[in-house]
Nanobody, 124 residues
Framework: QVQLVESGGGSVQAGGSLRLSCAAS????????MSWFRHAPGKEREFVAA????????IYADSMKGRFTISRDNAKNTVYLQMNNLKPEDTAVYYC?????????????????WGQGTQVTVSS
């Protein structure tokens, strides 16, 4: 089993920044791909970014490219999502996910463990 705990969410004004963290515990996740998804009210869950276990492969959703940066620290079993130039449409609950495989994908069905989520609210 892997437990994932997100933190760092909050309320910011448009143009602001937040840094989300996802701490993993349980079985080692150092060789697992990690990702971030988000779920806004009235919308389907949406892929945000994913990172392979080495950090050598990173995937972003098109709307996040240039604004969001995913990274990981395997020594700390933690993955991060730096979000800059936030927009009201970024308002959502953000979830991290862990995949028991080394390759990152953008498909939620490929991920085995999920955190409880952290709320991000961006006001105009």
């Amino acid at each position: 089993q892997v437990q994932l705990v997100e933190s760092g969410g909050g309320s910011v004004q448009a143009g602001g920044s937040l840094r989300l963290s996802c701490a993993a515990s349980g079985r080692t996740v150092a060789r697992n791909a990690m990702s971030w998804f988000r779920h806004a009210p009235g919308k389907e869950r949406e892929f945000v970014a994913a990172i392979s276990w080495t950090g050598g492969v990173i995937i972003y959703a098109d709307s996040m490219k240039g604004r969001f940066t995913i990274s990981r620290d395997n020594a700390k079993n933690t993955v991060y999502l730096q979000m800059n130039n936030l927009k009201p449409e970024d308002t959502a609950v953000y979830y991290c996910a862990n995949r028991e495989a080394i390759f990152a994908t953008r498909n939620s069905i490929d991920y085995d463990y999920w955190g409880q989520g952290t709320q991000v609210t961006v006001s105009s």
